[in-house]
């Protein structure tokens, strides 16, 4: 008997996560939203439901303690477990996190993580309330799973764009993508020549969106004091394109996008150059920004327009009619979808 | 400056939890119950709360992938989350499952990891709603996180033990262990001569014990039917006097347990001989039973009296009178925890 073997890059991280999860069922009442989503949804009242989302961050795949010190990389953990909450346009009230990690840290690099970890709670008002902390055989792994509540009437989905909905992004993005390329650039003249000190001047804010990315949870508040309800929602961790892809699939729509439109920081453009990279298609491609992604009906423009955290980047269309890039020079071109695929690395 | 540096090791697993969780303080009103239980509670409405609880299963440390097949591997990452809502009174309802996994692994390995998932959602009657998977450069590391349900009056912490409480185990204890030992022993055997077939005839239901443990959902049922709310309750993952351990600390009382009382099946009692070990020590420091182990108030023992599934193993006595195991020859010992210690292994 020959046994198949079918590699895991063979199907992409989001083919293998539907692959190996399409013949469950769900069979509790409170279950309203199981997988698909940023974070699943469980009704716990008439009016309430709780939102559950959870991360692994694997060292050597998702971060590099080389150049991210362990204090960044306990709230970034955090952070990007509430932005998922957001992206539902709930708020974050409690996170666990289980760790295992190997014997070569001491308890003075887990006392460091877990400063991080704290003040990622006292920024975002969430308390720990459980985990789990093992050893591993190698490096440090780390687990976290948010919990948040919202109104079920305001949860926002991916699947809720209409035609000619506004596409809007809060933030900046290509940032996190090119602090990245700064971090890397300098990691490699250090291991070249330990004598030469990392040149990070002028790049303080891009590096800080690498390492210390932020949940957009003043986003979830301001739209709610301005009384608009997204008509669907996803956060960008994987890079514009492939989220934009998320909410087009989801909600059967097709969109266009607008080059000039994407909001990208003076700095960001600089070091994008200075990669000889377009900074359009760091935003489209690079990831990690954790900016929100949404949509929101046309009869809302008034009430975001003016707004400096919010740009409108283009509009939903009907599903035929396709999903578009549009450049500076006014050419349409099909978006396509990079993103991050860890198993392909 | 000189660095200070602490072995992990140096604090022990709980030491350990305890140290990095020390400063952080709950801010959120729903947060009922924090760190410091088999599971978190959350008020979700004026008399029920969520219960979420989550594990961290590593390979080399949890689990040895050359006698423990995938799919039972799936079961039990999710029957031990399962064992922590019980632990509390609580039914669980839904899981998320995250994993990191190395590129050595085929999909049909994970394929069979999934079907371990996706039965012990059936027997637990409990909804997949989440996860994460990414690659990792060692092995397979499982996170799994379990929410549950239960009216906040029945809730059972492990601080609520009172003197002259009954000290109850359910099921039988030290079978896990010795399965273990019989896996371990085979694996020595099948290294030395691989053409030598594994002898584990007669051995199958301590081997099920092992790598098939059930969470005991029905006790919380069988509870419930008698009208009978535990005082105190944890569930047996890290071996009995450990946890007996915790709900005297938690609870602030001392106890008696006797030896005589300890219910073990034959088979276990069989496999420790063969291994020349005593039995009821097998029992108290071997772990991974994953039976509960409760208290209840002496009006409530005519009610549980001549269950099959519960067994009164001791008292409760006052702090001051200390934590004894009396000895078949009636000699009182003073209780020690050794249960694992994985950073110490």
Chains 1, 2 share one sequence.
């Not at 079918?6 to 769900?26: A, M």
């Not at 809720?160 to 290509?174: H, I, N, P, R």
């Not at 790049?203 to 210390?212: A, C, G, H, T």
Request: net charge negative.
């Amino acid at each position: 008997m020959s046994e198949k073997r079918t590699e895991l890059g063979d199907l992409g991280e989001f083919g293998l996560i539907k692959h190996l999860t399409e013949k469950f069922s769900n069979k509790q009442a409170s279950t309203s939203f199981g997988i698909g989503d940023d974070a699943a949804v469980i009704s716990i009242s008439e009016e309430d439901a709780m939102l559950i989302s959870t991360d692994m961050l694997v060292e050597g795949v998702h971060f590099n303690l080389m150049y991210m010190p362990l204090k960044h990389l306990g709230y970034k953990a955090v952070a990007v477990n509430i932005s998922d909450i957001c992206a539902m346009n709930g708020v974050a009230e409690q996170i666990t996190v289980s760790i295992a990690v190997s014997n070569r840290f001491p308890v003075e690099a887990l006392e460091e993580l877990y400063e991080g970890i704290r003040s990622a709670c006292e920024v975002y008002n969430v308390d720990l309330v459980g985990g789990d902390t093992t050893s591993s055989f190698s490096g440090l792994m780390i687990s976290v799973t948010a919990t948040g509540r919202a109104k079920k009437e305001s949860i926002t989905y991916r699947s809720g764009a209409k035609e000619f909905d506004l596409l809007v992004a809060s933030g900046d993005l290509g940032g996190a993508y090119l602090g990245l390329q700064i971090l890397e650039r300098e990691k490699q003249v250090f291991q070249a020549n330990p004598n030469i000190q990392p040149d990070l001047d002028g790049n303080d804010y891009i590096i800080e969106r690498q390492l210390k990315p932020e949940a957009r949870q003043d986003i979830i508040q301001f739209l709610k004091d301005l009384d608009v309800v997204p008509t669907s929602m996803i956060d960008i961790s994987d890079g514009l394109a492939s989220e934009i892809m998320h909410i087009c699939t989801s909600s059967k729509v097709g969109c266009h996008v607008y080059d000039e439109k994407i909001p990208i920081d003076g700095k960001t453009s600089m070091a994008a150059l200075e990669f000889n990279m377009d900074p359009a298609t760091c935003a489209l491609n690079g990831g990690e920004d954790y900016e929100l992604l949404f949509t929101i009906s046309q009869d809302d423009f008034d009430k975001i327009k003016g707004n400096p955290n919010m740009t409108v980047i283009g509009h939903i269309t009907a599903e035929d009619d396709g999903r578009y890039f549009v450049d500076k020079n006014g050419s349409a071109i099909e978006l396509q979808a990079q993103g991050w695929d860890h198993f392909n690395g």
